[in-house]
């Protein structure tokens, strides 16, 4: 902008354009701008979660809906989930460079997210229509999803070396406070004023972050709407991968690489401890400790909404401070420890003191080994592939669950419940000792030299510039 003085001639405004840079809203530009932002979409991602996961199924079930109807309501909400592998190729291979690598897909899924409960709002389904509201579950969580994965991927293309740690702790901090604070509130809305209420609070609190991803940049000089001034930044432009094959190629060169290949082994046992738990906890504070189901619920939410703070607050911190694969080895360590200590001691699982400490300490290391385990698998993470390979990563942690759950149910059938811990513990000693051997990057992959060796330069040529 330019100012007149009383000749007529124009004089650069430097204070105009201090204010300008000031409100134009650029990730690259500042660390507290993308740690802000992370929060932000991770919180408003767990509020779908609160609500499809928690709220709405507490609703269906005091509405006298069956355990089946409910089941078949929250199994709607985890379909979506299981895509998302596909969901990292489709971001990695089609996107709006102008506007950002990943900017367009979140404005997209947020929006998604804000429609779909707006139309939940407006059928505003009874309990007895199951049917109905398992497809509005579906089509939330879809686009919960897609934010989820483009989440991610923003943040391993735009998080330097230094904010991966806190990153990761704010990524999951965030969504469980989220994912917490709906629950409560959602479960208060539906209960006094109806489901349309939860819906229509759920998308107020979305819609509002909607605003905030729209008026934010990636990268200096691209474009706030398809229809703005603005280019693609040169760094997106050398790393998009512009057909299916050469996508799918690096997608498997970047997986089967031997270091990808052991963090992907890690990633599908990470989930054990909260599979076992999931399985066999409930009925042992009930049937042997001879605790009430609310006192249970009531124990493990406390457990889950104080390790989400520890989490956001210091969880990220400590990681960096550490270091990502000493903090793994610690929390496995941990994990093995307790396991064995809690396997040796069933002849006091009655004992409210240990089964308390015990249900904690699980929900406290689950919480930690995803914080510590997020930035290892951003630093591995091919650039022009992120989506794909984090996703994946992500995706295999889906694995433990499941198997935690099997061998909880098969040592219990055998009458020899103990015999799931140390089975836990076994497997959480040999991750030690992989953390101990194996050396995972400490930094992720300079984009330079990934655009070097895509795209060697060549004497007489300019070098792509890259800001």
Not at 353 to 369: C, G, P
Not at 400 to 425: C, E, H, K, Q, W
Request: net charge positive; charged share 10%; hydrophobic share 55%.
């Amino acid at each position: 902008m330019a100012v007149l003085d009383l000749n007529g001639s124009s004089v650069y405004s430097p204070i105009y354009e201090f204010f300008r840079r000031l409100l134009i809203l650029i990730l690259e530009r500042s660390a507290k701008l993308r740690l802000i932002t992370v929060f932000l979409f991770y919180f408003t991602q767990g509020i779908p979660v609160g609500l499809f996961f928690y709220a709405i199924p507490a609703w269906l079930a005091a509405n006298g809906a069956s355990t089946a109807a409910v089941a078949g309501v929250v199994s709607a909400s985890i379909l979506p989930w299981t895509l998302k592998f596909f969901l990292g190729f489709i971001m990695d291979r089609y996107t709006y460079l102008p506007m950002g690598r990943r900017r367009i897909w979140i404005i997209g899924a947020q929006s998604t997210i804000v429609v779909m409960l707006i139309l939940a709002a407006i059928l505003s389904p009874g309990a007895k229509e199951i049917w109905l509201i398992s497809m509005l579950a579906f089509l939330v969580n879809s686009g919960t999803a897609f934010q989820d994965v483009s989440i991610d991927s923003l943040t391993v293309d735009i998080m330097p070396e230094d904010e991966r740690g806190k990153a990761a702790g704010i990524m999951f901090g965030g969504q469980v406070l989220g994912m917490s604070v709906f629950t409560f509130f959602g479960g208060h809305l539906i209960a006094n004023y109806g489901p349309m209420a939860g819906y229509l609070t759920a998308a107020l609190f979305v819609s509002s972050v909607v605003v905030f991803g729209i008026f934010i940049y990636e990268r200096e000089g691209e474009r706030r709407f398809p229809w703005s001034d603005g280019d693609a930044h040169p760094r997106n432009v050398h790393i998009q991968i512009k057909a299916w094959k050469p996508l799918l190629i690096n997608s498997w060169k970047a997986m089967l690489a031997p270091i990808s290949l052991v963090a992907f082994a890690i990633f599908c046992v990470r989930t054990m401890p909260s599979g076992i738990a999931e399985a066999y906890h409930p009925g042992l504070a009930t049937n042997l400790g001879g605790w009430t189901q609310t006192s249970y619920t009531n124990t493990i939410s406390a457990a889950q909404f104080a390790s989400g703070i520890f989490a956001l607050v210091l969880g990220g911190r400590a990681v960096t401070k550490i270091g990502a694969q000493r903090a793994a080895l610690i929390m496995c360590i941990l994990v093995s420890v307790c396991a064995i200590s809690f396997g040796l001691a069933h002849n006091h699982w009655s004992n409210v003191s240990l089964l308390t400490a015990y249900f904690w300490q699980i929900e406290f290391f689950a919480t930690m080994l995803i914080v510590a385990f997020i930035p290892i698998a951003m630093r591995l993470c091919n650039p022009g592939v992120a989506a794909t390979q984090f996703t994946l990563y992500m995706a295999a942690s889906n694995v433990g669950r499941p198997l935690g759950s099997s061998i909880a149910a098969a040592t219990d059938n055998m009458g020899v419940p103990y015999l799931m811990y140390f089975i836990l513990a076994s497997v959480f000693v040999v991750l030690s000792i992989v953390l101990w051997f194996v050396r995972f990057p400490t930094k992720a992959p300079d984009v330079v030299q990934i655009i070097e060796q895509n795209d060697p330069i060549v004497e007489g040529e300019p070098a792509p510039k890259i800001n």
